[in-house]
């Protein structure tokens, strides 16, 4: 089975729909039943695999719970976590509460969700671990401080998890987005700080969400068997450029 966290829409969504195309029986994972049962009935109308794992990120009890009782009944050999919320706040703005909130649910629970999995993974000598970090991990700007360190944070517990669990035939990667046009900034997109962003890709265009498919695909396939600690950036080439016009 293939767990993908924040799986109800956006990225999360179309990774796990590509799992479930390329024959995976995937876990949509959202903070309720009906936010997926939609996307669940629509991946069994397409004679697909899905089901459903209920839990916050934030709710490390829940998390436990949940996940525990998905591993009683089978195994998870595929975990992508995608969860990620963004604070857009100035540092004047920004408490060290808020900042600590974030990084829990944005680091910290995606360090717990992988302790819960690893142990099958190691016993069975096989698992594929993909964390979704963000072009913002290495290119900082203002007003996301908590995010950026969050997922800094995470992309260096990608490399730290690939040298302790290569030897037990795991593999541990992320996928650093761009600019993708999901739902939660479609708002953003359309606005004149939108227009700005869109020059700034060298493509001119933001990344439609069925665009991240492939990476998460190549990921979590035997294609990628000896990738390992590596950051798969899918960005129409923002990180490699200078400021465009």
């Given at each position: 089975?293939?767990?993908?966290?924040?799986?109800?829409?956006?990225?999360?969504?179309?990774?796990?729909?590509?799992?479930?195309?390329?024959?995976?029986?995937?876990?949509?994972?959202?903070?309720?039943?009906?936010?997926?049962?939609?996307?669940?009935?629509?991946?069994?109308?397409?004679?697909?695999?899905?089901?459903?794992?209920?839990?916050?990120?934030?709710?490390?009890?829940?998390?436990?719970?949940?996940?525990?009782?998905?591993?009683?009944?089978?195994?998870?050999?595929?975990?992508?976590?995608?969860?990620?919320?963004?604070?857009?706040?100035?540092?004047?703005?920004?408490?060290?509460?808020?900042f600590e909130r974030l990084i829990?649910?944005?680091?910290?629970?995606?360090?717990?969700?992988?302790?819960?999995?690893?142990?099958?993974?190691?016993?069975?000598?096989?698992?594929?671990?993909?964390?979704?970090?963000?072009?913002?991990?290495?290119?900082?700007?203002?007003?996301?401080?908590?995010?950026?360190?969050?997922?800094?944070?995470?992309?260096?517990?990608?490399?730290?998890?690939?040298?302790?669990?290569?030897?037990?035939?795991?593999?541990?990667?992320?996928?650093?987005?761009?600019?993708?046009?999901?739902?939660?900034?479609?708002?953003?997109?359309?606005?004149?700080?939108?227009?700005?962003?869109?020059?700034?890709?060298?493509?001119?265009?933001?990344?439609?969400?069925?665009?991240?498919?492939?990476?998460?695909?190549?990921?979590?396939?035997?294609?990628?068997?000896?990738?390992?600690?590596?950051?798969?950036?899918?960005?129409?080439?923002?990180?490699?450029?200078?400021?465009?016009?």
């Amino acid at each position: 089975m293939a767990l993908v966290t924040g799986s109800a829409r956006g990225l999360g969504w179309e990774m796990a729909r590509a799992l479930a195309e390329a024959g995976a029986h995937v876990l949509l994972n959202g903070r309720s039943a009906e936010r997926l049962e939609p996307r669940i009935k629509e991946l069994h109308a397409a004679g697909l695999k899905a089901g459903m794992a209920v839990f916050d990120m934030a709710d490390r009890a829940g998390m436990e719970r949940e996940v525990g009782a998905l591993l009683a009944a089978g195994r998870i050999d595929v975990l992508i976590n995608n969860v990620g919320e963004r604070d857009r706040r100035a540092l004047n703005a920004l408490s060290t509460t808020d900042f600590e909130r974030l990084i829990d649910v944005d680091l910290n629970a995606a360090f717990a969700l992988a302790k819960l999995v690893l142990p099958g993974m190691i016993e069975r000598r096989y698992g594929r671990i993909i964390m979704v970090t963000s072009i913002a991990a290495e290119l900082a700007v203002p007003g996301s401080a908590s995010y950026i360190a969050a997922k800094g944070g995470l992309g260096a517990l990608v490399r730290a998890l690939a040298a302790e669990t290569a030897v037990h035939g795991i593999t541990c990667n992320a996928i650093a987005p761009g600019f993708f046009h999901t739902e939660a900034n479609d708002r953003m997109f359309s606005s004149p700080a939108g227009e700005r962003w869109q020059a700034r890709v060298p493509m001119r265009r933001f990344a439609q969400p069925r665009e991240i498919a492939g990476a998460a695909l190549f990921l979590a396939s035997d294609a990628a068997s000896y990738v390992n600690g590596h950051t798969l950036t899918v960005d129409g080439g923002v990180s490699a450029t200078f400021l465009m016009p």
